[in-house]
């Protein structure tokens, strides 16, 4: 037997699986021509940030726009970062925006799909296999440094100057035992990482094309980077390599923190006789502050969680349709021109995504989010603030449970218009929006009265209208009553006319209406009054009157 092969046995001796079962058992996928196969692969943390959540909807959107699969991978190999059931904090995460994977992990301890396990602490048989494979080819070995050789090696490269560190070429000692140094030691029962050799060659330069960033040129890999470390657990490279080949992944999006190791990447890939896949690196989504841009921070800012949006009641649609107009550029001009259609109708394109990193900014969030929930049907909006609410607020919980026709009226005033109003943002806001409609959250406040009226005008106004009330049918026939008002309390119902000649009125029909709406809403601005009346009904608007003259009396 030759000594690798020896070697190989000595290292594994229970791998009794070659790559070609491997390749057998995770054979090449069968989809359509040009199908696209992408994973998002977190890291149990228990913490979705946002940049994430847009990295998985990048990878979702590149699967979905070629009928591929999208799947979810999770990498627990660093024991270091993970906390208990950090997966279901981030499944959560994706569910709550839609971005739920096709294959892979979906939920905890639940897996979908024939390329698994899909979670990597249970997959050390396969990198087993691979690893085993490699010391046979001579493109590994193990490596019995200590730490504190380790450390002594740096310490040796600082002090020399050496221009590239790290463990490579002349510096890897453990590269060049003998077979019968390796045996003695293994047999010792020291610990040891396993190491790539790297064919990799100081002067020569690799280049790649990103397919968000261009065509890049990197010098080649020497460096004989660990692969599994002492605890046989693979580095994230390794797994990354073995994970992506036989998960058939076909591109790769993720953080362009990993841009740096693509040389690496592409060696082992190499090395392992796999091709490569198609790698997208994403910029981080950064945030301007005092004229700076810096990325989002898991520490400084609370909207890099995902947890953020959903406590602060911004609809899923309306995160997504944000973090759309980040990821292309022309998706807001196709929203102008499609402002009916579904999200998945756009046509997303890597191509297209920013190469220095998107500006994140909560104030266009309003706005997009505004505008998305302005053309929600009252039903839904009462669905999604009955859902926030019931998490997040008790009380808004129980008004709006209370009576659902009742609550359903009153998203419905001006919705479903050509102009709907875009009054709410997020569902924490309903809370405010809605309170005058419930008595007991309403409190006569006239500090909003028009300044121009004497507190006897006002009393005349609202004793006129009160005594007069009468339930009008639709919108014009309310304003012809306001109209009939003015006159007899020394207003003009033609505002025109009252511009050319104010001296001759206390005010015109606006300045009527104002006071009625500030004695029923104790607000100077509302959606429509008259809706808001109808909603209300014909005695809690008598009664509001009347507290309000009774107030200013
Ligand atoms: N687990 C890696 C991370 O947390 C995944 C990188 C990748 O998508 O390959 O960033």
């Known amino acids: 037997m030759d000594e690798k092969k020896a070697l190989a046995e000595l290292l594994f001796p229970n791998v009794t699986q070659t790559p070609d079962d491997l390749e057998k ?37 590149n699967a979905q726009m070629t009928n591929g699969i999208f799947m979810l991978r999770i990498e627990d190999t660093d024991k270091k970062r993970e906390i208990e059931d950090g997966v279901s904090e981030i499944i959560r995460g994706l569910e709550a925006f839609g971005v739920t994977p096709d294959e892979g992990v979906m939920g905890f301890n639940k897996e979908q799909g024939n390329y698994g396990p899909y979670t990597q602490s249970k997959r050390a048989g396969i990198y087993h296999v691979i690893a085993k494979s490699l010391v046979e080819k001579g493109f590994a070995y193990p490596c019995f440094c200590t730490e504190d050789e380790l450390s002594a090696l740096r310490e040796q490269q600082e002090k020399e100057g050496a221009l590239i560190k790290g ?42 094309v990103d397919l968000i960033k261009g065509k890049i040129e990197m010098p080649e890999n020497i460096q004989d980077i660990v692969l599994l470390k002492t605890d046989s657990i693979p580095t994230y490279h390794f797994a990354h390599a073995v994970d992506d080949h036989f998960m058939r992944t076909t591109h790769v999006t993720r953080g362009d923190e990993w841009i740096s190791s693509v040389p690496t990447h592409i060696q082992l890939f190499s090395v392992c006789g796999f091709k490569a896949p198609k790698y997208a690196h994403i910029s981080p989504i950064m945030k301007e502050e005092n004229g700076s841009k810096r990325k989002l921070s898991k520490r400084k800012d609370p909207e890099a969680a995902v947890t953020y949006y959903a406590e602060e009641g ?234 309000a003259i009774k107030k200013l009396s």
Not at 25 to 43: D, H, I, N, Q, W
Not at 169 to 192: D, N, V
Not at 381 to 404: F, Q
């Open 25 to 61: 058992l995770f054979p090449p996928r069968k989809l359509p021509e040009g199908a696209r196969v992408t994973r998002f692969a977190p890291s149990p943390t228990g913490f979705l940030h946002i940049g994430g959540l847009f990295a998985a909807l990048i990878s979702k959107l």
């Open 167 to 208: 463990y490579f070429g002349k510096w890897a000692k453990c590269r060049e035992l003998t077979f019968e140094q390796q045996k003695k030691l293994i047999e010792e029962g020291r610990p040891y990482t396993l190491r790539l050799r790297s064919p990799g060659n100081e002067d020569k330069r690799i280049t790649f």
């Open 314 to 547: 911004f609809p899923k649609e309306s995160v997504l349709e944000y973090l759309l107009t980040l990821a292309n550029s022309n998706f807001e001009d196709w929203r102008r021109a499609n402002p009916d259609a579904d999200c998945s109708e756009f046509p997303f394109n890597l191509k297209k995504m920013s190469v220095s990193g998107a500006l994140f900014d909560l104030t266009k969030l309003t706005d997009v989010s505004k505008n998305v929930i302005s053309k929600m049907s009252a039903e839904k909006v009462l669905a999604y603030a009955l859902d926030w609410a019931e998490k997040y607020d008790e009380k808004l919980y129980s008004l709006l449970s209370r009576d659902k026709e009742y609550s359903k009226a009153i998203f419905s005033i001006d919705r479903g218009t050509a102009k709907p109003r875009k009054d709410i943002a997020k569902f924490s806001e309903i809370g405010a929006y809605v309170s005058y409609f419930f008595d007991e959250e309403f409190d006569t406040d006239l500090s909003e009265l028009p300044q121009n009226l004497s507190k006897e005008t006002v009393i005349k106004i609202l004793e006129a209208y009160a005594a007069s009330y009468e339930q009008a049918k639709d919108n014009s026939e309310w304003f012809e009553h306001m109209k009939e008002l003015c006159e007899p309390l020394g207003f003009t119902p033609n505002v025109k006319e009252y511009k050319k000649n104010p001296g001759l009125y206390l005010g015109h029909v606006g300045d009527v209406s104002s006071v009625v709406r500030v004695a029923v809403t104790g607000r100077k601005n509302t959606p429509d009054l008259f809706s808001i009346m109808t909603v209300l009904g014909k005695e809690r608007v008598l009664n509001r009157l009347n507290a």
